[in-house]
């Protein structure tokens, strides 16, 4: 099948439909869901049908409101006002009764699945098991996040006696949090900044990615049912339209923001007093793989390909570079091209697919710009079709053989282009990542102990996770997700994120009688909600 045929006379079944064309006009403030009169914006989908000319263009899923500085500056307040100094209603509400606000929307939000796994789809071509995976996966996350809560505030549920001072030690909010999620997991990777923002007493002001913004839709009922007024608030809009005005003012306490580096240290440097700001970020990687020539060839070329091309390479955690020892490249080369060759590739909810649409307008240009750079620098694509595009698609590329000079080397493609380079020297990849403004994580695949222990000790102090004969990822949850150089500023885990959107904050007393009567009669009386040994089941 030629990729010229993905739109052409396409049934969507029943269920996986959405309203096309139509008006989105709610948002969220202070509490309540609000209609929009103002400017709107249309949103496409990456999905092409035909016009009534018989023409294919992007499928109109419908408009979204365009909100501006007064917009933004309104929800801004709702927030403060909502914390108001960390005396407000939700940052001194007892951990048990936050925990049941999110599990109260978690509870809404499952009954609105279906409807944001189609929006996942059909705003962003993910595939239909893995925007299943992305919804599951972030109703999973929520309520990891619940019960790591719950050890964290057990582990604070008893006062301490050091030198004579008694104490009790628990985590704070640290006040309004700007939460600015990625296109690439709207769903995942937001709530992944939102949730424990959230839970850990923070209020929020949260604006969408600019593609997969519908799907946020169906959920903004749940989050007015199951929160206080003013601690989350949901706005639609351009970044630099939204976000910079929020920022400018000084008022805001976290920047959490998973996207480029560019945009975060655009968005930094507007802050009045930086020194404040506390930084939640999950920026871009280039993340290798290192093929050593005693590998497992066919586990190797396996997990390559998955890590290069699950939901077409726009992963910040996929392979982005292939180095590949001179000795098995062209055993390698050969099955990596065959491998792909087998992927389906089609609509999203077509049973099967592995490559879709792309959701960015001018993606496949990039990408074209990016293979052009490098063939015109001596490298050739190597498989069958690989570049070829179709409007929104573009059938993977594999370019070898890549050096320092061409802009793939350099740039995180995001898309499905895959640079391969050889080396004869470890050394090689090693110098690369070294080298390289990124230090997320890399992929060693050997068979032999005694070949990865010393690359293992050498890239852990380079990069932030080391994959031994497996693709680079993110999962499980519960363990650390974090970068070293331009890749990330903080930890993301259920347990780490807690910790990030916190800070530990301790009542003390000296030991004396009217100290220990006054402490006993906060705790026999449960008179305080911070100072308490109350232990949630």
């Known amino acids: 099948m030629s990729i010229k045929t993905i739109f052409n006379d396409q049934k969507v079944p029943q269920s996986f439909q959405v309203p096309l064309g139509k008006k989105y006009d709610s948002y969220l403030l202070n509490g309540e869901v609000k209609k929009w009169s103002g400017k709107t914006a249309e949103v496409h989908s990456p999905v092409y049908s035909k016009n009534k000319h018989g023409e294919l263009q992007p499928t109109l899923l419908g408009t979204v409101p365009v909100m501006g500085e007064k917009d933004a500056l309104e929800a801004l307040d709702a927030a403060n006002s909502a914390f108001d100094n960390g005396t407000g209603l939700w940052p001194t509400m007892k951990v048990e009764e936050r925990i049941k606000c999110v599990e109260k929307f978690a509870g809404l939000m499952v009954t609105k699945r279906e409807e944001v796994v189609n929006f996942i789809m059909w705003e962003i071509g993910k595939t239909l098991p893995d925007a299943r995976k992305e919804f599951d996966r972030t109703v999973e996350y929520i309520y990891d996040t619940i019960e790591e809560l719950k050890e964290l505030d057990r582990n604070c549920a008893r006062v301490q006696l050091h030198s004579e001072v008694y104490a009790q030690i628990r985590r704070g909010p640290l006040g309004v949090v700007l939460c600015l999620g990625p296109y690439n997991y709207?769903?995942?990777?937001?709530?992944?900044?939102?949730?424990?923002?959230?839970?850990?007493?923070?209020?929020?002001?949260?604006?969408?990615?600019?593609?997969?913004?519908?799907?946020?839709?169906?959920?903004?009922?749940?989050?007015?049912?199951?929160?206080?007024?003013?601690?989350?608030?949901?706005?639609?809009?351009?970044?630099?339209?939204?976000?910079?005005?929020?920022?400018?003012?000084?008022?805001?306490?976290?920047?959490?923001?998973?996207?480029?580096?560019?945009?975060?240290?655009?968005?930094?440097?507007?802050?009045?007093?930086?020194?404040?700001?506390?930084?939640?970020?999950?920026?871009?990687?280039?993340?290798?793989?290192?093929?050593?020539?005693?590998?497992?060839?066919?586990?190797?070329?396996?997990?390559?390909?998955?890590?290069?091309?699950?939901?077409?390479?726009?992963?910040?955690?996929?392979?982005?570079?292939?180095?590949?020892?001179?000795?098995?490249?062209?055993?390698?080369?050969?099955?990596?091209?065959?491998?792909?060759?087998?992927?389906?590739?089609?609509?999203?909810?077509?049973?099967?697919?592995?490559?879709?649409?792309?959701?960015?307008?001018?993606?496949?240009?990039?990408?074209?710009?990016?293979?052009?750079?490098?063939?015109?620098?001596?490298?050739?694509?190597?498989?069958?079709?690989?570049?070829?595009?179709?409007?929104?698609?573009?059938?993977?590329?594999?370019?070898?053989?890549?050096?320092?000079?061409?802009?793939?080397?350099?740039?995180?493609?995001?898309?499905?282009?895959?640079?391969?380079?050889?080396?004869?020297?470890?050394?090689?990849?090693?110098?690369?990542?070294?080298?390289?403004?990124?230090?997320?994580?890399?992929?060693?695949?050997?068979?032999?102990?005694?070949?990865?222990?010393?690359?293992?000790?050498?890239?852990?102090?380079?990069?932030?996770?080391?994959?031994?004969?497996?693709?680079?990822q993110r999962g499980p949850d519960v363990y650390p997700f974090v970068g070293r150089k331009d890749s990330a500023v903080s930890t993301l885990s259920v347990r780490a994120a807690l910790r990030s959107f916190s800070i530990r904050t301790l009542v003390a007393c000296k030991n004396n009688q009217l100290n220990k009567d006054i402490l006993n009669d906060i705790l026999d009386n449960n008179k305080s909600n911070f100072v308490s040994t109350n232990y949630i089941l």
């Open 186 to 472: 709207p769903l995942n990777e937001t709530f992944c900044l939102l949730i424990p923002a959230l839970i850990m007493g923070n209020t929020t002001v949260f604006k969408p990615a600019k593609y997969g913004v519908i799907l946020i839709t169906p959920l903004l009922e749940a989050f007015a049912e199951a929160f206080p007024k003013g601690v989350v608030n949901i706005l639609f809009g351009r970044g630099r339209e939204v976000a910079t005005p929020i920022v400018k003012t000084g008022l805001v306490q976290v920047l959490a923001l998973i996207g480029n580096s560019k945009s975060a240290n655009a968005l930094q440097s507007h802050h009045p007093k930086q020194n404040r700001l506390r930084l939640v970020l999950g920026l871009e990687a280039k993340n290798p793989a290192i093929v050593l020539p005693d590998t497992d060839m066919d586990l190797a070329v396996e997990e390559c390909v998955l890590g290069s091309l699950s939901y077409n390479g726009q992963r910040c955690t996929a392979l982005k570079m292939i180095f590949v020892h001179e000795n098995i490249i062209e055993t390698f080369n050969k099955k990596f091209v065959n491998r792909i060759k087998e992927l389906k590739y089609g609509l999203p909810w077509e049973d099967g697919v592995k490559l879709t649409p792309l959701p960015e307008p001018g993606k496949p240009a990039y990408i074209q710009d990016l293979i052009d750079d490098a063939v015109s620098k001596g490298a050739e694509i190597i498989n069958e079709g690989g570049g070829d595009s179709h409007h929104s698609f573009v059938y993977p590329a594999v370019l070898y053989p890549v050096n320092e000079q061409m802009d793939i080397y350099h740039e995180e493609q995001f898309g499905p282009v895959i640079p391969i380079l050889s080396f004869k020297d470890v050394q090689e990849p090693i110098d690369s990542i070294v080298n390289s403004n990124y230090g997320q994580q890399v992929s060693l695949f050997s068979k032999n102990a005694d070949t990865l222990a010393p690359l293992i000790d050498s890239l852990v102090n380079q990069v932030c996770r080391v994959n031994i004969n497996s693709q680079c």
